[in-house]
């Protein structure tokens, strides 16, 4: 059974960090890639960052570009997200996702999901 587990979500003022952890199991991590995607209330779930399964390529929507950070650790099968000079903005529930294609931005490629987890960011 796959799983995909996300922590490290919680509330934090503007310009503050936060690091999310992904930790999957039950797939070989190491041949998906992996990508996060955020939903605020009211709004649709839209792409955040991605990265390849060798972690040697990364994706970012350019609202996150330069201050959000995509990693993974194929030996742990976890993948993270950095995010710096948080905004108010960035408020949302942030999920990650595995897929085994060479496809990053849309959410119909990922086969798998995890549960979620908030990020709150006060002004």
């Known amino acids: 059974q796959v799983q995909l587990v996300e922590s490290g979500g919680g509330l934090v003022q503007a310009g503050g960090s936060l690091r999310l952890s992904c930790a999957a199991s039950?797939?070989?991590?190491?041949?998906?890639?992996a990508g996060w995607f955020r939903q605020a209330p009211g709004k649709e779930r839209e792409f955040v960052a991605a990265?390849?399964?060798?972690?040697?390529?990364?994706y970012y929507a350019d609202s996150v570009k330069g201050r959000f950070t995509i990693s993974r650790d194929n030996a742990k099968s976890t993948v993270y997200l950095q995010m710096n000079s948080l905004k108010p903005e960035d408020t949302a529930y942030y999920y990650c996702?595995?897929?085994?294609?060479?496809?990053?931005?849309?959410?119909?490629?990922?086969?798998?999901w995890g549960q979620g987890t908030q990020v709150t960011v006060s002004s």
């Open positions: 039950g797939l070989t991590f190491s041949t998906y890639a």
């Open positions: 996702a595995a897929n085994p294609r060479d496809s990053y931005y849309r959410s119909d490629v990922y086969d798998y």
């Open positions: 990265i390849s399964w060798s972690g040697g390529s990364t």
